[in-house]
Each structure stands twice: as C-alpha cells, then as structure tokens.
C-alpha cells in the first residue's frame, strides 16, 4: 500500500513540475540607429539552462516576421541576451516575442523615433 501511495506521489510530482516554470517576465528593447543594432534583454528566471529556457525569439516589423532564432541553451540563469541588426525607419512598430520552453511566451514592442 505505501507503494502504491508513493507511486501516485510521483507521478504527480512529475506532472506538476510545468506548473514551477514561469513565462519571460519582462523584455528590454535598446536600438542603435548609427548602427543598426536591436539589444534584445529577456528577463526569465531558470535553474536549468538546458531544459527550462527561452527556446525562441521572434523580432516583427511592423506586424512582419523579419527573423526567428532558436536556442538551445539560455545564457544565463537571469535572462537571454541577443543582438538583432537591422535598419529601421523612424515610425516602424518593433515586436519581439520570446517564447519560453515550459510556461508561455512575452511580447514587448518598441516605436522608432
């Protein structure tokens, strides 16, 4: 019998270990007109870099999917570091949405100046 008991608990302890992981917490965008560069700073907090992590970043200009990159590990256990570079006119609508491996995605945008 505590067998059994104890096999229920496991398998629900490993069921509910998707419900720990957290979606990106926030996302800081930084452009560089003079030279074109997109910081991208996803704020996500992991204990395993591998497993738990942000899997994908998309950037969208304009409500246009302009590039989509794929990790396979995050950089650090705070956060996942990325550079885009492309040229953006002044009144185009920057999105960037970061999708984590477990729980959920977030999306912040930005207008060019």
Known sequence: MKRILFSIFLIFLMLGTGAW???PSS???NYHPETGVLDVVVHHVTHDLLKHRIRQITLYKNDQEIDQ???IKQTD??????QFMFNFE???VIRVKAV??????GEESLVIP
């Open 90 to 92: 002044s009144g185009d």
């Open 27 to 29: 996302i800081e965008l």
């Open 100 to 105: 984590c491996s477990k729980a959920g995605y």
């Open 77 to 82: 256990p705070e956060s996942q570091v990325d």
């Open 21 to 23: 992981a957290i979606p």
């Open 69 to 71: 990159r794929q990790y």
